[in-house]
């Protein structure tokens, strides 16, 4: 992984644009556009369209392959050069003319404002019909009539040609993902685009429909993923694959099952036939993308944790085993480790932590926990592994976050105060409502820094009422946050062990070792980060002011702790919408450092400075 | 079509190459390797291994992307350039630095060098293994072991790493096709790399199979096109699937069960696993072609005979329906017209018509015949609806060459000398028999030069012996070339009819104003051609004297007409055994300039001219 600070070339745009600092190689299309300065193109950067005109006003810039056909030689000795095919190698200074055509954008993930440049294009073609005296043939007369692309194409397109063509009478529209015609239409259809964002998650999986032509969501859908039966985690999935070979094709098969659940209501919501969806693009961990694409995952799953690619090839959207267009595209994020998967590199996307020049910590909070550190200098992620406390899967009273699960928790004067999801009976307590009930009894004096209840007469004395619901269960001392039939009968009740708050407090511990071990490798101070990014659902839950207490983020002014949401969803989104951002999702592998924790000789005395709340 | 002289560009290669002209855009590469300049290169001319050095002396030539790569910006100004990445756009002149390393070469086609440079290249790999200070993924660490070249690579590649690679304790054999991983195999495999190139005929098919390590034919075999009962020429099989919407798809089984059953013999023969075999390359013509992918040919077979595409994309064997290598890579020969494919293509890339500087013809005689006409100044095609006289099949007693056919003839004095195949009892007559026999009878005089038997009693006074032989059947007069019973009664005799002579007629005259209009249109004399090369297997028996007797070639010394084989199957090895052949291949569809005759307002005065035999 490379990434450092050190080896960045400086780029200033004129006339009014910043001055940026972008690593060698990055085209100067990518990083005017990366940096809000908009260059014309509608070509989507593939060096056809010859609109991204700039002029080289200090440095040296090679002159490229396509730049003689764009400029005269007198021009190309002027410093001209088109900016998709220029790689800065050392400082420039660019001259960028003013806009001739005004991009159309979207806002998406943390704020994000992404320029319509979707890799899907369609043109409507009125061809010249073949006659003795020009017999070019079908697939000739269209790619003639977008002589301004170069473009690859499927013999099952072809196949399609010759009776299309003449039906419609020569009136058809072009299908072009990237730099390839996946299809023909009769007639004129340019105005349905359609694209689908997964993000296959071990929990849950989401769909979002896009139109492309708008940049709008469409539909949107979310269900369990099949694999549940096998599994909570991906430790538990990858472990049902190595104990029994046919275990593999039926977690694909339940992964692309769910998929294509998806796709279908989705489809039907938004009233978009299977056929107008031309691209889609997935954001997953490592084990989900292996297991959907059947890829054994068992190396993942044991020491030294090697996935089998950290990049995958663009594919079809069957490879998926969804059913849309027939030669739709897909694409899967790259991942930066087996524990740092395409999910989080969606994230970091999504919420711009390569480019923001502040300090930020970005975590999503889950079995797996990965956290990333910096800014648009240097960036540095690692993953803790956090166990399943957060998805209240090892705590007495845990449930999932459904109807009836406490998901807030507040101790006011002699009072417990619950938030129940659906204002249902309480069943019992997801994992915000762990959280928030650990940093209430920790607030109240009940949990002593180190996560022990304390005595009984302590207590007694501390707090009389709420000392009540401090009663044991087998022995083990409990905190009820609420009974079932009469105060102090603990049957049924919803409760809080000091079992489950050890879980907690080992899941934190892990959590705060691995940012804490960031900020070290960074060489920075906790009081610099400027901003933490709670991410994916479950971080949209937590109480900042509870993660804060104990101790799960860094101690800092709460409006600096944000909820990011399902960033991993709006990664995908975003590719979707811009060929750019997919390049740059592409490109976040090799800025990004990725840093494992588990040969660590420090590890050990820093999880164990973690594990108590803070004072 | 463009490929007029005028726009190359000259290029002179130093210390002692020859000078040459190139159509503008060509690379120096290839422009050197056509010309038998060799230029040092291991990658196939793909801008990766950087070893095709050469500086310019004269002429100016853009820097490429990979150019600054390879040189110091001291050597660039030098003039230093990557030759592979070098479009010549004006006149150049060229120092070429001395080969580092002797490639090997195959002598293929009509006596054509081929430099050993076939697309598929097996690297072995001794991979180190992953530790947790190594965590790059199986992937990246084979592309990081081959890091001279930039490949893509499939899922379903990407699906076998995990096992493969530890199963083999990280010791493997990486197979590249052109810029793709497509396999990757356990140990070291790289002894064995094979591919099998298809001359798919109308009538035969013919498959080759080549060790392309060594250049060597390992296994050749050929069968009948399986699509026989569907008819003996392209319009027929055109027509039938016009007629019945389910024929084609059985006309596409039927070709592909043709190739597989071909594959199948040659594995065998040659032991060679299918898995073994990277890469096909087929010749057929336009319908052919269109039959085996399943595209619908019945533009092709209707004015203003349109093909569906005439240059195809890179497919899979699996498109041909062959079983090798599951990722083998299937080229299709680019066709110049719907009746002038890419069987002609094929066959022009062999007999080196657009790199030879004498006058040829090239003439491809059958039901469609095919000609050329150039040099490598200019080259002009087009194609002659001979009928099926030469395929003997509206020949009363016309019959396949096979055993009993009739296929060579000799009127000495008064005896009828007849060459049967198989020297078995005659049969019928083929194509080269009927060819000889019209060419002999014109000699003796028994035929006048407007193709009419002279009167009986003119007969019996010019030759009193052969006369006997002249008779008549149904009020049609034959001439019997071997009685079946008693001389004098012709049931069941092998003769040839006034009816026959006329069909021969109309079909050289066919070819005769093909080759005629093509003189013309270059604006050259008949007694400037030097070359007359008869292609396709007819071509192989045809007798030149009989050939010039009739008209059906022009008169030339004799030694002039060449007999060229199987050419079609001879381009297909080539583009097997070079990458930079397949090039040249793909780049001949823009050299050759195809002359459609059926507008021509002269064509029926010249048809009407070519019909007599030559005085």
């Known amino acids: 992984m490379t990434g450092e600070g050190v080896g960045r070339v400086r780029l200033r745009f004129l006339p009014d644009g910043p001055e940026v600092r972008v690593p060698p190689g990055v085209s100067l299309f990518d990083a005017a556009s990366w940096n809000g300065v908009a260059i014309d193109s509608t070509c989507g950067g593939y060096g056809t369209c010859k609109k991204c005109k700039v002029r080289i006003v200090e440095g040296e810039l090679p002159v490229s392959a396509v730049d003689p056909r764009a400029f005269t030689p007198d021009e190309l000795r002027d410093g001209w050069r088109l900016a998709c095919r220029a790689q800065a190698s050392c400082d420039l200074v660019i001259d960028v003319p003013p806009l001739q055509t005004r991009p159309k954008a979207a806002t998406v993930g943390v704020g994000r404002q992404v320029i319509l440049r979707p890799s899907v294009q369609k043109r409507y073609l009125e061809l010249s019909e073949p006659t003795l005296q020009d017999q070019a043939s079908d697939l000739e007369r269209i790619f003639a009539a977008m002589d301004d692309l170069e473009l690859r194409v499927g013999v099952d397109v072809v196949r399609t040609l010759p009776q299309l063509v003449r039906a419609s009478d020569?009136?058809?529209?072009?299908?072009?993902?990237?730099?390839?015609?996946?299809?023909?239409?009769?007639?004129?259809?340019?105005?349905?685009?359609f694209g689908i964002a997964f993000d296959l998650g071990t929990t849950t999986v989401v769909a979002t429909l896009l139109d492309l032509s708008t940049g709008t969501p469409v539909a949107v859908r979310s269900i369990l993923n099949r694999q549940q039966p096998y599994g909570a985690d991906v430790i538990r999935r990858i472990s049902a694959t190595m104990m029994d070979p046919t275990v593999l094709p039926k977690l694909q098969e339940l992964a692309q099952g769910t998929l294509a659940d998806l796709v279908g209501e989705v489809l039907e919501h938004g009233e978009v036939a299977p056929e107008e969806v031309y691209e889609v693009a997935l954001a997953g961990n490592a084990t989900m993308t292996q297991l959907l694409l059947g890829v054994d995952p068992e190396p993942v799953g044991v020491a030294p944790f090697i996935?089998?690619?950290?990049?995958?090839?663009?594919?079809?959207?069957?490879?998926?085993?969804?059913?849309?267009?027939?030669?739709?595209?897909?694409?899967?994020?790259?991942?930066?480790?087996?524990?740092?998967?395409?999910?989080?590199?969606?994230g970091l996307l999504a919420s711009g932590m390569t480019r923001d020049k502040r300090l930020r910590l970005f975590i999503d909070v889950g079995t797996n926990c990965e956290i990333a550190l910096g800014n648009a200098e240097r960036l540095l992620t690692t993953a803790a592994p956090a166990g399943p406390a957060f998805e209240a899967a090892q705590i007495?009273?845990?449930?999932?976050?459904?109807?009836?699960?406490?998901?807030?928790?507040?101790?006011?004067?002699?009072?417990?105060?619950?938030?129940?999801?659906?204002?249902?009976?309480?069943?019992?307590?997801?994992?915000?409502?762990?959280?928030?009930a650990v940093s209430e009894l920790v607030k109240s004096g009940l949990l002593d820094h180190s996560g022990r209840f304390i005595p009984d007469e302590a207590a007694a004395e501390l707090h009389p009422v709420l000392a009540e619901r401090l009663v044991a269960i087998e022995g083990e001392r409990i905190f009820v946050l609420a009974w079932a039939g009469e105060p102090g009968d603990p049957e049924g009740a919803v409760y809080l062990s000091q079992r489950d708050v050890r879980e907690l407090q080992f899941a934190k511990a892990s959590i705060a070792t691995g940012w804490a071990l960031l900020v070290e490798e960074l060489g920075v101070k906790v009081a610099d980060i400027q901003q933490v990014l709670l991410a994916g659902s479950f971080g949209s839950y937590l109480s900042p002011a509870s993660a804060v207490r104990i101790g799960l983020?860094?101690?800092?002014?709460?409006?600096?702790?944000?909820?990011?949401?399902?960033?991993?969803g709006e990664g995908a989104k975003m590719i979707l919408l811009s060929a750019q951002e997919r390049a740059a999702a592409a490109a976040l592998v090799h800025e990004v450092e990725y840093v494992e924790l588990s040969d660590r000789p420090d590890f050990n005395d820093l999880f164990i400075d973690q594990l108590a709340f803070p004072a």
Request: aromatic content about 4%.
């Open 553 to 568: 983020v860094p101690k800092l002014a709460l409006p600096r702790i944000v909820a990011a949401g399902n960033v991993a």
């Open 396 to 436: 007495r009273c845990g449930m999932r976050a459904a109807d009836g699960a406490v998901e807030t928790v507040r101790i006011k004067d002699d009072e417990v105060e619950l938030g129940v999801i659906g204002d249902a009976t309480p069943l019992g307590i997801c994992g915000s409502g762990l959280v928030d």
């Open 307 to 346: 996935m089998a690619a950290s990049s995958y090839p663009l594919m079809r959207a069957s490879d998926f085993g969804v059913t849309v267009h027939p030669r739709a595209h897909a694409h899967v994020f790259p991942a930066l480790g087996a524990y740092v998967g395409g999910d989080i590199v969606s």
């Open 170 to 193: 020569w009136k058809v529209t072009a299908v072009v993902v990237d730099d390839e015609l996946i299809g023909v239409e009769a007639g004129d259809t340019t105005g349905r685009i």
